[in-house]
């Protein structure tokens, strides 16, 4: 199955998010749900800093964050 997550994608690819680049490489490669939930929590921590940083919009913040959550329960109905 493939996931659109470009918006996510496309902050992964700034030499500055290394960190969250790496952390959603985890999350795409793990079986497990109790490390997905842990990877979740912390892509969202993530981007909820960035947004109180002003250094994203509450739009690219929602859509990051649904796209995030997509990868583990499928997308928003």
């Not at 921590?45 to 690219?60: E, S």
Request: proline share 1%; with cysteine; charged share 30%.
């Amino acid at each position: 199955m493939s996931r659109s997550i470009t918006a996510c994608e496309a902050l992964a690819a700034e030499w500055k998010r290394c960190n969250f680049r790496d952390r959603l490489d985890e999350l795409l490669n793990e079986s497990r749900y109790d490390r997905q939930k842990e990877m979740v929590d912390w892509l969202c921590g993530y981007l909820a800093a960035l947004l109180d940083a002003d250094l994203i919009t509450l739009d690219q913040h929602h859509r990051m964050g649904a796209e995030i959550l997509s990868i583990v329960w499928g997308p928003a109905q």
